[in-house]
């Protein structure tokens, strides 16, 4: 298993008081699969581009 015990601050994010499932978004945000949208915003209620989804994608392949 992954040692999900890592998590980034989310308060970076101008609008982390939106985040649901602070802890997974926090581990993710630290493993780089999840970066935010720029200008401190993490968007979580926002949907992914292909783009993203690939970029997610691939930084979970590395991880194995």
């Known amino acids: ?3 999900v015990t ?6 970076k994010f101008s609008d982390a008081d939106q985040i649901s499932g602070m ?3 926090a ?3 630290t493993k780089g699969l ?3 949208r720029g200008n401190g915003i993490l968007d ?3 949907k992914a581009t292909r783009a993203e989804t690939v970029g997610s994608c691939i930084a ?3 991880m194995s």
């Open 23 to 25: 802890q997974d978004m």
């Open 44 to 46: 979580p209620q926002g």
């Open 1 to 3: 298993g992954y040692d």
């Open 34 to 36: 999840i970066n935010g």
């Open 6 to 11: 890592a998590a980034a601050d989310l308060n």
């Open 27 to 29: 581990w993710a945000n």
């Open 60 to 62: 979970s392949a590395r």
